[in-house]
């Protein structure tokens, strides 16, 4: 008896490491980056989280690309385009020697089927608005929701479908010719070259993902993910998917039938995934992993502070396009009063919080939108005088890049550091000594955040700034981020922690979600003056006078009517050993694989 | 015999049907909604509701259209699960199925669990023996204090020791991660420590009860080894209290092994488990509790069947 259990014990073990042994057969990667959580989303047309959208440059290649080393957007399918005099027109020239990994050519009709996808309400794309951008978008959207909804009903009741699918031929994206393609838009746009070189503009292989479509009467039709596993997957980029082992690693093989494969060092990288940043950093600590892109609070403070004597040299600290600030909620009284918001954006000491909270190098920060973002210059371009600069390259909310091909825009200042006046201010409103005493529905000031190690800090150092300069009380209220989410589109909140990265080099991206009605714009600012500067910059061409207007747009929303209260830019820190090469610290955080490699 | 199995084999689909239930109706009260992501526009919040069968209710509405859609809901995932084995799309990663993140995961976990169970049984049966012969001096003793320390310390404090030791101290193990031999090693060791400690416990008191048997007497009158006596006559009846435990243990190594996937990394079911609740992914929750419930049962009836053949003397009902 006892040596039937010892031998099955045995063999039981046995097995299982011969079984994980055999398994083990991996191949030799060259890179090893460690890519934080597990993917969420693989289709390009529909991805929105960075750790996707830097797997997926990896795999597909669009029109135009970015540098991940000076940001410029450069060809890549196409090796050319123009743009029309009215900055309306694009045409691309797609290079005929561009290949699918299937040997397929890459064609401009692969871009309008990939783009008129993203267009399909049944993707349900994050990003669909972009494409909003083209003359015909929005109606085809629109009509196409109208046909979803009348065939829905139809089939629900029994009736055959009668309404028919909009005309894809209404949508301004031509297909002139295999290698070319125009694309009209609404209005100029100065950041649509960026968005080309965006994942929401990949191309997709249709003839490979055509046999995964369900379409099922009575539902919306989607493709069953498995058009994205590797084997199934079709793709145009510098690597092709070779493994996917969920919640454990990706691994891109280089593609061989890519244009540019003279210019792919790495003939393999593996991505792994893992939730936990604490595990990461230690696997990237003893060697198994040669990047990491995403460090945990407490190991990059401590990473700073040696980087700072001259240990860690591996560390990267690098400010990035993103803002953490605290919203009001602009409809709930007493918040309601710009002098109330006012006061309390006020009495917030920035400087403190990143020197003695965030300690990750951080930049204190008043304006919303941050410093940095920058669209490209039309050629020729000078200051003219509707756009009243102080000198020839510069202005209030812009500046000329040195080399002339790019315009800086030059945030808003908001509100300083001020108790005094923010004394004041609350006074005005009718508050403090002598007038009523301040409370909200609940009582005390309901500080919302989602529960992190870093986000407590800072709202218990917020509270008491509050309490100590204006007598406030405030009381922190800490939810999980599924409630937190909730609470915030209810609009159930006082004032609640916030923070925003932007995907393209335009201070639009920081401001749209403040329009009156926006999706995003959570604690329900409203402005008029704000919406009509944004719809008044949306149809100015010359870009330092868009700037201006831009500008003017922000100061209301972070000073005049105080609808955010933003505390510092977002750092990036990056992990890597000086064997690895290809990796530029940029402020979209991006991390182009096309060019990463290992030295020798 | 087979009447037996055939009756819990039936039972199995109706248990099932009732977690499933009960599973979803805790999910209706879950707070937050998977579909509630900036980046998300509102517009494509009804339609990406529809995409993963969800109904969107707005948040106003009266609580009998709520329940109609809740019910709605769960008939379209039943009929689908019940129709087609398939659990659907998972929300939090569009680009899988739950039976795809499942298929993935769930492997890498039975591994571990099985590994574990079987290092747990030989040196948990081990010591235990080894206690009971040398009773009441210093190696009854020095495995009886393992013992205490095994149970009384949580996963999460012998992981957390063992990884600073052997993978930091020693560089003998790596620091997490899977798929090599050499990085189950720590984790199994860890998840069985709890079970090891439990079984020499159980394997010592039953010998120590068996050991002055009359029939063992008879055995060492017959002039047979002492070996032979303790490991071939004294350990069969002793080992039926460990075999009653390997139900409930096999449940708690396969629930229990959380902790220790995320000490060691491990891309396991459990930590899918948690993570599916933490993102309010409907189907990956539902799928995550079908397997284990399913686990469960059937890991139970084998060890009552198990139960018949290491003693005669339990004959299960409706055996004739």
Redesign the interface.
Known sequence: ???I??V???L??AG??V???M??G?DRVDVVLANGE??????PG?M?WMHDIRTAYGLWEGLLTMNPKTLAIEPAVASEYSVSPDGRTYTFTLRPEARWSNGDPVTAEDFRFAWMRVLD??T??????YLLLIRGGEQYYNAFRAYYDAAGAAHKAGWPVTSTRPDPDSVAIRVIGPHRLEVELVRPVAYFPELIAFATFLPVHRASMEKFLVDRPG??P?Y???W?KPGNLVSNGPFVLTRW????RIVLTRNEQYWDRAHVPSRRIALL????VN??F??YD?G?CDVLSNLPEAAGQALLAQHQQGRRPDLYVFPVWGTYYYRFNCKQPPFDDVRVRKALAMCIDREAIVRSITRRGERAQSSMVTPGLMVPLPPGWRAGPSSGPDSPDHGPGWRVSDDHKSLYYEPADGLPFDPAAARKLLADAGYGPGGKPFATKAGPVQLLLNDSPIHKPIAEAIAKMWQEHLGLKVELELQ????F??RL??HTFDVARAN?YTDYGDPTGFLEMFKRGD??NDGQFESKRFDDLLVQSDNTVEPAHRFELIRQAERVLVAEECGVAPIYQYVGQFLYRRDIGGIWPNPKLQIMLKGVAKHR | MIGYVIRRLIQLPIILWVIYTLTYLLICQHPGNPFLDDKTPKEQRALLAARYGVIDTPKDAPARVVWRNRATTYVNYLGRLVLHGDFGLSSQHAGKTVGDIIGSTLPRSLMLGAFALALAVLVGCSLGVLAAVRSHGPVDYAVMLYAMAGISLPTFVIGAMLLSFFAFTLGLFPVGGWGSPSQIILPAVTLSLPFTAYIARLTRAGMLDVLNADYIRTARAKGLSERRVVLRHAFKPAFLPVLSFLGPATAAILTGSFVVEKIFNIPGIGRTFVISVQSNDYGLILGTVMIYSTLLIVANLIVDLAYGWVDPRIRLEGDA
């Open positions: 008896m006892y040596r259990l010892l099955t014990c045995l039981v073990v299982l490491l079984a994980l042994k398994s083990w991996r597990e993917i969420h989303e693989l289709d529909r929105s309400p049944a349900a794309a994050d990003y669909y608005t539902q919306l989607y069953d993910p498995n994205l082992d969920m919640y454990d995934a893992n939730p936990d595990t990461s230690l696997s003893s198994q999980a981020t599924g409630i989410r909730t589109k209810e925003w999706g995003n």
